[in-house]
Every structure is written in structure tokens, then in C-alpha cells.
């Protein structure tokens, strides 16, 4: 499902530089990456969803070479192939529950608002237990609350795969559970592939491989 190899991306006018030899993660599987905060985990995310644009080597996500896509190219695969929990939710706080799932397809005017959709955002909703506050506002939620609508907004388009940018931070035992849980189930009933970035060692349980970042990460000199 995920194919990266030399890969190698530098921030303008910053030190920090990512470089990746390779990576393989097959179709279905469930994958943690573990390491420090800052140490890349984010900027690896956004570099496979296509949201940053790689410096040299290739990224390949099912059929899509992402690495090889323009900007336009590289919006519409993430849109249509990605689900992507973001690590500050990045939610719209003056929309509610339930506009905030569907704002991808409110955004993205190449994606159609059916009723369909509307169903199932509402449906991934009401299994996250958010299905009394579909009307609320999002700055009027918990931060467990906000994450599991994170959540549903990223499993919306039915994406075949997640990327989930510490999807556990700042939650409670319960809350890390439930959301990491509905991620599974997700990933088990679609035949999806789950990517978790998280520097929570707690939260490995689950997971059929865990990755140490550090030791993908391949610092070399030139
Ligand atoms: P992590 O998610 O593992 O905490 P990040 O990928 O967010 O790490 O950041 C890795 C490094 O890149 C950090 O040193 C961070 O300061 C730097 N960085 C992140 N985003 C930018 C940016 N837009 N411009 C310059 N440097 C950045
Ligand atoms: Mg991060």
C-alpha cells in the first residue's frame, strides 16, 4: 500500500532534514511509528498524504506515485484516497459535529455531498457516541469528544488508507482506547490500512507491527 524509497525532504531555511531508505507497508495492515516528538513523524505523514511535496526519491501509495504528482494532482489523491487524523483535530470550531465530518466534502467541490454521505457521517457519528451533539458546535466539546470527530471526518470518504497524526494525544485511558478501537474496526471492515505516528508507548496494543522511527530515519551527510 506504501512504498517509499529514498526519500529525502529539508524544510527551507530550517536544520531539520528527513531521509528515509525505504519503507513497505502492505495493504491492510495496522502499523505504529514510534518516536520523540519532533523527530519527523508529522512531516513523514504529510509527505505520504501529498500535503508537502517531497524533495527527491519516490512515495508510492496503491497505484499513485505521489511523489510524481503536481499540486492540483497531489489535492485531489488526498482528498479521494486519504483519511487523515490531524494532530491538533483541526476542526472549524464555529461548525458543528456533523458539518466538521463532512468538510471534505464541503471544501472540495470535485467530491459530491450525497445523502448517502450524510447518512453515513451521521451513522459514524452515532457509533462514536457523539450522535446527541451532531448540532453542536466544535468549540463546545471536549477534547475526547473532538477527537472522535476527527475521527469520523477521516473515515467519511471511505479511504483505503488512514493516516492518524497521534490520534491519542492529550486523551484520557478511555478516550485512547475508544478512538483507537473505531480506527481498527474502520481498517478490519474495509480492508483499509492504519498508519499511526504517536510518541505514546502505551498505546501499542493492537498494532500487528510497531516501527521506531529513529531507526527508519537515516541521517547521512549529503
Ligand atoms: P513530530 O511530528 O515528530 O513531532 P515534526 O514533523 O512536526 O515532528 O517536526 C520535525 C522537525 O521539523 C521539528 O524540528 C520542527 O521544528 C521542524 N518543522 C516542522 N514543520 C516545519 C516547518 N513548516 N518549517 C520549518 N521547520 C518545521
Ligand atoms: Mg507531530
Redesign the pocket.
Known sequence: MIEITQLKFD?P??D?RLRIDGLTIQEGEKVAIV??????????LNLIAGITATDSGKIKVGQFEVSKLDDSARRDFRSSQIGMVF?QFELIEYLSVLENILLPFLVNQSMQLSQDVKQRAESAARSMGLGDKLRRKSRRLSQGEQQRVAICRALVNEPKLILA?EPTGNLDPKNKRLSLDLLFEYCDQHRATLVV?THDTTVLDGFERTIDFETLVAMKDS
Not at 518516536?35 to 513523514?44: D, I
Open positions: 524544510y531555511k530550517s531539520f518516536g520523540p516528538s519532533g523527530s519527523g513523524k508529522t512531516t513523514l494532530q497524526d505516528v
